[in-house]
């Protein structure tokens, strides 16, 4: 099954796509891992990406679907695998619906993981990382045992700048504009399923496990 996950900050993506990948035992598949171990690796459209990174630009559409292109063919996708981050835009679909359509392949499902913009700010200002480890914590949902340190290893927990309320509206606007036409767009391929993002984590992989089926 081959899937792409969409959704905004602060939705859940991220987690949802690992926790469904490993339920489905496929791939999951974020652009920007793929980009960093095809650059890594030195493959040929690794080295056109890594061309326009040196020079302080972004990868062309076509070098990423190339790269993805490259990924997709691996064993560990015969039976499918999540896509986490891509495509953005409308023009990034076109691009992969073309390496589909070369392959004689097509997509199955797009997740949408829909929540209320208000929801995503509470739960980003209020997130806390761990500058050590990386462990998350949440002041209201999560609280740290200790009063600014990680239950793990006890550094200080620190409030990411761009966990910062008038950012984090920033980036929701520059996201609802972006991906309004993809919703439309792969509504009309007839593969969009929309989840309700809210509840708890085991509650919206159980929602998204059943519009998969």
């Not at 792409?4 to 999951?28: C, D, E, M, N, W």
């Not at 062309?60 to 981050?85: F, H, M, N, S």
């Not at 209201?140 to 620190?158: I, V």
Request: proline share 3%; aromatic share 6%; net charge neutral.
């Amino acid at each position: 099954m081959k899937i792409i996950f969409l959704g905004a900050p602060g939705s859940g993506k991220g987690t949802q796509s690992k926790l469904v990948s490993k339920k489905l035992t496929i791939p999951q598949l974020s652009t920007g891992d793929i980009l960093r171990e095809a650059v890594k690796a030195g493959t040929e459209v690794g080295k056109k990406a890594k061309s326009f990174m040196d020079a302080g630009d972004l990868v062309p559409d076509e070098v990423i679907v190339g790269i993805i292109k490259d990924r997709t063919a691996q064993a560990d996708c015969k039976k499918g695998y999540i896509l986490d981050g891509f495509p953005r835009t409308l023009e990034q679909a076109n691009s992969l619906q073309e390496m589909y359509s070369q392959n004689n392949d097509s997509l199955d499902k797009v997740v949408y993981l829909e929540i209320n913009p208000e929801k995503v700010v509470e739960r980003l200002t209020g997130r806390r990382v761990c500058s050590n480890c990386g462990a998350e914590f949440h002041l209201q949902f999560k609280t740290p045992k200790a009063e600014g340190k990680c239950d793990l290893c006890n550094s200080d927990l620190m409030h990411r700048s761009d966990d910062h309320e008038d950012k984090i509206r920033n980036r929701l606007g520059n996201y609802d504009a972006q991906t309004a036409p993809l919703i439309q767009y792969y509504e009309k391929e007839g593969v969009m399923k929309k989840v309700a993002a809210e509840g708890s984590i085991d509650e919206i992989t159980a929602k998204i496990m059943d519009v998969l089926k």
